[in-house]
């Protein structure tokens, strides 16, 4: 009889062991889910007047959506150097930025004339391995800017003239290639750039961002807002 209730009494702690577990695993909070991580962000100015400044408002409201301003970095060049070297530079850009965050991709936003130089890079020197997504905002996609927006002698500036040679080999073929994905946004008020269309890009998700200037497309927020959806 004390056998038999010595085995009821074990049994019974176990069941009451069980259920406390069980209880317990239950009442848990469950851990919380980790914020997805963003790829770096490069961007690229344009505007020959222009410079990494441009980007100052942008980034900041980055910075508030809770993106790690370590990994949103702007880039500065030689705007009146041919569009094919300042490509030769994004590639260190993007290798120094993917060497600081430890990311394997970038993102790399870019306006006006920067779009096509960082096409240049994606088409021709082996960016599209490096980047996930890309973003042009009122980028001169197919020129169509005017010389008065910067000395004809300058070899940025002849690249940027419609029918260029530099923008007849970057146009030709397909116009977003690679595994990179492809975001143009564009106004149909856009005083740089005659026509408005020249900002499209086959391929993209192209954007119409209403009727605003050339510089104002940057600073938009509901620009802002459609940059961080293409990068996220």
């Not at 914020?35 to 007047?49: E, S």
Request: with cysteine; hydrophobic share 45%.
């Amino acid at each position: 009889m004390g056998s038999f209730l010595a085995r009821a009494r074990r049994v019974r702690a176990v069941v009451v062991m069980a259920v406390c577990t069980l209880a317990a695993a239950v009442a848990l909070p469950a851990a919380p889910a980790q914020a997805a991580a963003h790829d770096p962000v490069l961007f690229v100015h344009g505007v020959w007047t222009d410079g990494p400044t441009t980007w100052t408002d942008m980034i900041a409201d980055f910075e508030r959506e809770g993106w790690d301003p370590a990994s949103l970095q702007m880039m500065n060049y030689n705007t009146a150097q041919s569009l094919e070297d300042s490509a030769a530079e994004v590639v260190d850009e993007v290798a120094a930025l993917r060497a600081r965050t430890g990311a394997a991709k970038v993102d790399i936003v870019a306006h006006s004339m920067g779009a096509p130089m960082v096409r240049w890079y994606l088409k021709f020197l082996g960016g599209t391995q490096y980047v996930d997504d890309f973003v042009s905002i009122a980028g001169g996609n197919h020129g169509g800017i005017g010389t008065e927006f910067c000395a004809p002698v300058q070899p940025s500036c002849q690249d940027m003239l419609m029918y260029s040679p530099f923008l007849q080999a970057l146009n030709s073929g397909d116009e977003t290639p690679g595994p990179t994905t492809y975001t143009a946004l564009w106004s149909s008020c856009d005083e740089f750039l005659n026509p408005d269309s020249t900002a499209l890009l086959d391929g993209a998700d192209n954007i119409w961002a209403g009727c605003l200037g050339h510089v104002t497309m940057v600073n938009w927020p509901q620009n802002f807002v459609r940059t961080e959806n293409a990068v996220a």
